[in-house]
Antibody, heavy 116, light 108 residues
């Protein structure tokens, strides 16, 4: 049974780069054509799609974040990652990784706070 | 600002049927599939409905989805206390995956 687990710093300073990793267990990240996504949720608010990467390496990003976002895959570690640059307090949120054509599997989420 | 609009709240007593609407436009719901997610308190969202009306394995048939034009609906029949959660619709809008504003369902 495939599971996803987010990891990374829980506190990031303003203007720095937020870096998160999602580890895939119970299956190979490179098996078949599959999508791996990042989604975030500020406290008490709704969901915002950040972007996704296909196992082929192609990416699509939310236009509102595109200039600051990079999603990549490391097949050797069975992980995919999110980098969000020049963060501000508005980027404080629970960050989820998800997989599948329809985001049918989600990690538990990790809270990232942007504060000095 | 989400382009998919949902009512902020909905409620019902146990056993009742509750319906949640999701209003979009021709660029999202009108031309793409709709998905629904359930988020129980303090947990990650879970896929409830995909491709307008399909249920993943393990989702009770009390949950059903439909779509007509630029709107979609999620119906919960035989409402149970464990259905108390936030529900989000979602759809592709060109190359952007958009979520609805979310609806909090309360079981009275």
């Amino acid at each position: 049974q495939v599971q996803l687990q987010e990891s990374g710093p829980g506190l990031v300073k303003p203007s720095q780069t937020l870096s998160l990793t999602c580890t895939v267990s119970g299956g190979s990240i490179s098996s078949g054509s599959y999508y791996w996504s990042w989604i975030r949720q500020p406290a008490g608010k709704g969901l915002e799609w950040i972007g996704r990467i296909c196992t082929s390496g192609s990416t699509i990003y939310n236009p509102s974040l595109k200039s600051r976002v990079t999603i990549s895959v490391d097949t050797s570690k069975n992980q995919f990652s999110l980098k969000l640059s020049s963060v501000t307090a508005a980027d404080t949120a629970v960050y989820y990784c998800a997989s599948g054509d329809w985001n049918d599997l989600w990690g538990h989420g990790t809270l990232v706070t942007v504060s000095s | 600002q989400s382009v998919l609009t949902q009512p902020p709240s909905a409620s019902g007593t146990p056993g009742q049927r509750v319906t949640i609407s999701c209003s979009g436009s021709s660029s999202n719901i009108g031309s793409n599939y709709v998905y629904w997610y359930q988020q129980l308190p303090g947990t990650a969202p879970k896929l409830l409905i995909y491709r307008n009306n399909q249920r993943p394995s393990g989702v009770p048939d009390r949950f059903s989805g439909s779509k007509s034009g630029t709107s979609a609906s999620l119906a919960i029949s035989g409402l149970r206390s464990e259905d108390e959660a936030d529900y989000y619709c979602a759809a592709w809008d060109d190359s952007l995956y958009v979520f609805g504003t979310g609806t909090k369902v309360t079981v009275l």
